[in-house]
């Protein structure tokens, strides 16, 4: 077929199967019920071929989507040969395929003749799947039999026939069945969607073609990415960072080591010297660290390169078992999510050193978990879960983006309305901070606060938090953003919380978050005077803030940059620091900064 092979009708053929893997994502949104897949948009979907080659991904999570691959490598090592029409398939072991309980993956195998052609998947984060906090997603289990219902890789339907037996498991194992269900039953549209449309193209081409232009696909993209890999430097960068800690042995960080070996088309990272894993629930299985991996390679490669296993095929990911990178049993993982955004940032440290002109400062360390759940005067169960996050790192061409979700989740912001009318929630505050984000010729993305009254008689509140203590990095000279905070009434007794936390809560209470600033790029001294006033009038810093960082003196009353002031500012602070050269990683800003009291 490669000879012949006509290049105009396979770009439509590409073109189309990454449109199957859009629509599908549509679906889920359209047809799901939990607040956590249809607002914050945790989920993801994709398409592989028949032996399991991830083809085509959807505009969805990065962190779920290299993933899949494994997965759905486990299942088709359990099932093999007996893989039949009419089967579908469920997961979510994290030590058999999956990345944590709460993200059930459904595999949906595409047969033609009697011929296996290709895979539909998806992979949802569940409000709940059980275990002893409501979201299944506390941070302060320390195994994995504490925190939900564990699927090994099983036929939800075989042969079209539902498995009434696992479904009846379920439901007794989770408390909201009616949610937990009607998110299956979005995920088995979404499946469906993909068969129908990926038939279309099958009578259109013919399964012959199919098949070779499946194969094309992964192929281009593993030609392209090595391409682009040999136009990187040669060598070997490595780069650490700290989780605070795991919310069981507070205080007590915990190491992220990474290396990056670049030799010819073939890019190696190795997390040897990461930390052993730990017993708080932020352990990664090998699947997600290698997603977080792709991501941040996958973020200096050209755009144009589509996003499937011919990129993972040049990229090797290694870490050694029983590492925080590479958990195994009975390590507690449903947290892990926190680690893997923060190997998102270790990523970019190592890479920064290969490419600095392509690579943008720490972002806000990842998403905050929030879930509060309990059960109401008639012991209806209740259950919030909220990812937040919101800021990027100062870029070496512009400043970091504000209020935008991380990279490595790619989330969308729950609605505020929806969650009052869906929760006994009130939020009080949504807003952003000012004097928090890193300064720097390009300053970080500003972080933003949210307070959340809590209306029920009594429930349970867990957050996953982190860059309490070890602040996000700034880079070239940029400063790093001010640290995450948690409060507890902030108007009463204005309770300060650990980074991560599961408390009872009553009817009353509020519970505040604070995102971390994310990390500058470049000297804050090199910014444009006119950037830092439009900075000052938008409230994103204040005029101390601009003295004291950037060395630029606003004239208040007639909003406009005192030159001369500035010019005499900026020479002062330039002396303070006694800069020999700019720094390339900077965890705390030089002592003429002025931050001692932008936490109150």
């Known amino acids: 077929m490669t000879a012949t092979r006509d290049p105009i009708a396979f770009e439509l053929f590409k073109n189309a199967l990454f449109s199957i893997a859009d629509e599908m994502a549509l679906t889920i949104t359209r047809t799901t019920y939990s607040g956590v897949l249809k607002d914050n948009m945790d989920f993801s979907t994709a398409f592989a071929d028949a032996d399991g080659h991830l083809v085509a991904q959807g505009l969805t999570l990065p962190g779920h989507l290299g993933s899949i691959p494994t997965a759905l490598e486990a299942t088709m090592r359990h099932y093999g040969d007996s893989i039949a029409p009419g089967d579908l398939f469920i997961m979510n072991d994290p030590f058999d395929g999956g990345m944590h309980l709460p993200d059930i993956f459904v595999f949906q195998p595409i047969f033609v003749a009697g011929q296996r052609l290709a895979f539909a998947a998806t992979v949802c984060h569940h409000t709940d799947v059980g275990g002893r906090v409501a979201g299944s997603n506390a941070s302060d289990s320390t195994e994995i039999y504490a925190e939900g219902l564990r699927i090994p890789p099983l036929k939800m339907y075989e042969a079209g026939k539902r498995n009434d037996t696992l479904f009846a498991l379920i439901e007794k194992n989770v408390r909201i069945p009616v949610k937990v269900f009607g998110d299956l039953r979005a995920q088995l549209a979404a499946c469906h969607i993909a068969e129908t449309q990926f038939l279309d193209l099958v009578n259109k081409y013919g399964a012959e073609t199919v098949q070779d232009y499946l194969r094309e696909v992964v192929d281009y993209a593993e030609r392209l990415t090595r391409a682009e890999i040999r136009k990187l430097p040669d060598g070997v960068y490595s780069f650490e960072d700290w989780i605070d800690d795991d919310g069981i042995d507070v205080g007590v960080p915990i190491r992220l080591f990474v290396t990056f070996t670049k030799r010819g088309d073939q890019l190696s990272a190795d997390w040897t010297g990461t930390s052993p894993q730990v017993k708080g629930a932020i352990n990664n299985t090998l699947s997600f660290t290698k997603a977080a991996t792709y991501c941040a390679v996958r973020s200096i490669l050209p755009d144009g390169i589509p996003n499937n296993e011919g990129v993972f095929r040049a990229i090797d990911v290694t870490a050694p078992p029983g590492t925080i990178a590479n958990a195994v049993l009975p390590a507690a993982c449903a947290a892990r999510g926190l680690t893997g955004f923060r190997m998102v940032d270790c990523c970019f440290g190592a890479l920064a050193k290969m490419v600095p ?143 991560k936390v599961t408390m009872t809560i009553k009817e009353g209470d509020v519970f505040r978050h604070e995102v971390a600033g994310a990390g500058g790029w470049g000297d804050p001294l090199e910014r444009d005077p006119q950037a830092v006033l439009n900075d000052v009038r938008n409230e994103l810093i204040s005029a101390q803030t601009a003295a004291s960082d950037y060395g630029v003196i606003i004239d208040l009353a007639n909003w406009k940059v005192d030159l001369d002031g500035t010019k005499e500012q900026r020479e002062a602070l330039r002396a303070a620091r006694g800069w020999r050269e700019v720094p390339q990683v900077l965890w705390e800003p030089p002592a003429s900064g002025n931050r001692s009291d932008r936490n109150g």
Not at 391 to 407: I, Q, V
Not at 408 to 423: D, L, P
Not at 471 to 489: A, D, I, K
Request: with cysteine; hydrophobic share 30%; aromatic share 14%.
């Open 357 to 499: 002109d392509q690579v943008f400062a720490a972002s806000d360390g990842g998403n905050t978990g929030i879930s509060i759940g309990g059960y109401d005067a008639e012991r209806k169960p209740f259950i919030y879960v909220d990812f937040t996050c919101g800021t990027w790192g100062g870029r070496p061409f512009a400043d970091g983006l504000d209020g935008n979700s991380n990279m490595f989740a790619n989330m969308a912001s729950a609605s505020v309305e929806i969650t009052e009318v869906e929760h006994p929630i009130e939020i009080l505050a949504y807003e952003f901070v000012p004097d928090k984000a890193g300064a720097g010729k390009y300053r970080g993305g500003t972080p933003y606060r949210r307070d959340y009254r809590f209306l029920e008689t009594e429930g349970v509140l867990q957050v996953r938090a982190d860059r309490h203590t070890f602040r996000p990095y700034g880079l070239y000279g940029g400063y790093p953003g001010e640290p995450s905070m948690n409060w507890f009434n902030p108007d009463g007794d204005n309770r300060v919380l650990d980074s």
